[in-house]
C-alpha cells in the first residue's frame, strides 16, 4: 500500500475511509509527528495506486488483513491505529483478527451498522441503499460531481461538499471510482461478541454533528468494548479531523500518552 511517514517514535497509522487516501490526514501528519512516527497508507485501489491487479476483490476484510500486514513489514510495530469512517470498521476487524499489530485503536465516526440483540440482521435503511446507488449510477454515467456531492453530504452535512477545499474535492474525484465497489462490499454489523474480541484500549470519537447512525454506532461501541473512551469534536461533523484538527489530534495524544507507551509530555 502507498504511504506517506513522517516524525520519529512510536508508530502512529492512519486509516482512511471512503473516496479518501492518504493526503487525508495531512492535519494530524503535521499536528503529530513532533511525538510520533506519523505513517498514513492508502488502502489497495485506492489514489495513487488505482490500477489493481485483475483478482483482486475490493474487500473490506482483505483491508483488514492489510493493515496488519502493512505494520508487520514495517517493522515498527505494534501500532496505535487511527481509523476513520469505514477505516474505522476496517481497523476494527484489523484489531481483532491481529491483536499483536495493534497497541491502541482511534475509532472516529466509524462505518457499519449495528446488530442489536433480539433484532433481525442489520443491514443499512432502504433509502440509504437507494441514496448510494444513485450517486453511483451518477459517478459510472459521467456526472461525477454530483455523484460524489450526494454521497458525501449524506454521511457528513447538507452543503458540506459545496464548502469543502479544492484538495478535499480533488482528493474525492480520484477516488470516485471506489464508490460502485464499495457499495457492492456493504460493511458488516458490529456485534458485542466481535467488541469483546478488541482487548486493546480504544479510543472512540464522534463529531457533535455527525449524522444520527455515527452516534448510535459510537455509543453502542463504548458500552460493549472491555476498554474504550470517548470523545466527541465540538462543532464538526463527520470530518471532525479536518474541521477541528488540534483537539482531534489532542484526543488521540492523550489516549496515547495515558496508556504509558514512553511517551512524555
Avoid at 36 to 51: D, F, I
Amino acid at each position: 500500500m502507498p504511504y506517506e511517514a513522517r516524525g520519529d517514535g512510536e508508530l502512529l497509522l492512519f486509516v482512511h475511509g471512503s473516496l479518501c487516501d492518504y493526503r487525508y490526514w495531512q492535519p494530524q501528519m503535521s499536528g503529530l509527528s513532533a511525538r510520533y512516527r506519523c505513517v498514513a497508507v492508502s488502502l489497495t485501489h485506492y489514489w495513487p495506486a488505482t490500477e489493481t491487479p485483475a483478482g483482486m476483490p475490493f474487500s473490506w476484510s482483505q483491508h483488514a488483513d492489510e493493515v496488519a500486514e502493512f505494520i508487520d513489514r514495517l517493522g515498527a510495530g505494534p501500532a496505535h491505529v487511527v481509523g476513520h469512517s469505514r477505516g474505522g470498521c476496517v481497523t476494527f476487524h484489523c484489531a481483532r483478527r491481529h491483536p499483536q499489530h495493534v497497541r491502541t485503536l482511534t475509532l472516529a465516526d466509524p462505518g457499519g451498522p449495528l446488530q442489536i440483540a433480539g433484532r433481525p440482521p442489520a443491514t443499512l435503511p432502504a433509502p440509504v441503499n437507494a441514496l448510494r446507488a444513485r450517486a453511483a449510477q451518477l459517478i459510472e454515467t459521467g456526472d461525477v460531481e454530483a455523484g460524489l456531492q450526494l454521497f458525501v453530504d449524506s454521511v457528513s452535512r447538507p452543503g458540506f461538499w459545496a464548502k469543502s477545499t479544492a484538495g478535499f474535492r480533488r482528493m474525492a474525484t480520484d477516488n470516485a471510482h471506489t464508490l460502485a465497489p464499495q457499495f457492492q462490499d456493504p460493511l458488516p454489523a458490529y456485534t458485542p461478541d466481535d467488541a469483546a474480541g478488541v482487548r486493546c484500549p480504544v479510543l472512540l470519537i464522534d463529531g457533535e454533528k455527525s449524522p444520527l447512525m455515527f452516534h448510535r454506532t459510537v455509543d453502542a461501541l463504548a458500552s460493549w468494548l472491555p476498554d474504550a473512551r470517548r470523545e466527541t469534536v465540538a462543532g464538526a461533523s463527520h470530518g471532525m479531523n479536518l474541521a477541528h484538527p488540534a483537539a482531534f489530534n489532542r484526543y488521540i495524544d492523550g489516549m496515547i500518552s495515558d496508556v504509558g507507551v514512553g511517551t512524555t509530555r
